[in-house]
């Protein structure tokens, strides 16, 4: 990875960082703009560079900084209910920057399937975050996507088209640039 990569790679974990702590508590699980960080990385960097600024920012929570959300860190917080939506920003990360790898075709297309991509990364990350809730809190399906997924999904969604279309501006500018 040359020097502008990781320099992007910062940037972009540094905005992750910024959009996590952002957060509206409706319960145990709070409505967080992480996710949006995590959909703008990936589809903006791609793969690698996408799940870097994610590891990134998982490791920085991880040892105490307070990105997580409502200004929380520790690695207590990567095994509590909560934590497995964390953990999983890698995955999402992977997903969408596979899926949005080389999408600079037109613009409209290009757009929807960034959208696809996030819709698709979310799911994985409500899997796995489901799952660590359902075994640390230990709760049956129904209850947990009563707390976990289903009061977010709508959000999720408006933040996923968003960033779908952010992602490819901000991608074509910085290419335009040769910055990325």
Same mark, same amino acid.
């Given at each position: 990875?040359?020097?502008?990569? &990781? @320099? /992007?790679?910062?940037?972009?974990?540094?905005?992750?960082?910024?959009?996590?702590?952002?957060?509206?508590?409706?319960?145990?699980?709070?409505?967080?703009?992480?996710?949006?960080? @995590? &959909?703008? !990385?990936?589809a903006?960097?791609?793969?690698?560079?996408?799940?870097?600024?994610?590891?990134i920012? @998982? /490791?920085?929570?991880?040892?105490?900084?307070?990105?997580?959300?409502?200004?929380?860190?520790? =690695? *207590?917080? /990567?095994?509590?209910?909560?934590?497995?939506?964390?953990?999983? $920003?890698?995955?999402? #990360?992977?997903?969408?920057? %596979?899926? %949005?790898? #080389?999408?600079?075709?037109?613009? =409209? =297309?290009?757009?929807?399937?960034?959208?696809g991509?996030?819709?698709?990364?979310?799911?994985?990350? $409500?899997?796995?975050?489901?799952? *660590?809730?359902? @075994?640390?809190q230990?709760?049956?399906? $129904?209850?947990?996507?009563?707390?976990?997924?289903i009061?977010? #999904?709508?959000?999720?969604? =408006?933040?996923?088209?968003?960033?779908? $279309?952010? !992602?490819?501006?901000?991608?074509?500018?910085?290419?335009? #640039?040769?910055?990325?």
């Amino acid at each position: 990875m040359n020097t502008k990569s &990781m @320099i /992007l790679c910062g940037v972009f974990a540094a905005f992750i960082c910024v959009f996590s702590v952002m957060t509206i508590p409706i319960g145990p699980v709070p409505v967080s703009m992480g996710i949006f960080g @995590i &959909m703008l !990385s990936a589809a903006v960097l791609g793969t690698k560079k996408g799940c870097s600024s994610v590891f990134i920012y @998982i /490791l920085l929570g991880a040892v105490g900084l307070p990105v997580f959300s409502g200004f929380r860190g520790g =690695i *207590q917080m /990567l095994l509590g209910p909560t934590g497995g939506y964390i953990w999983s $920003y890698i995955f999402t #990360a992977a997903i969408i920057g %596979t899926l %949005t790898k #080389a999408l600079l075709h037109k613009r =409209i =297309i290009a757009i929807i399937q960034i959208f696809g991509a996030c819709v698709l990364g979310t799911a994985v990350c $409500y899997f796995f975050g489901t799952l *660590q809730f359902m @075994i640390v809190q230990k709760t049956g399906i $129904y209850e947990a996507l009563s707390v976990c997924v289903i009061p977010f #999904a709508v959000f999720d969604i =408006i933040k996923a088209a968003v960033a779908s $279309y952010l !992602s490819y501006a901000i991608k074509k500018a910085l290419l335009k #640039a040769d910055l990325l």
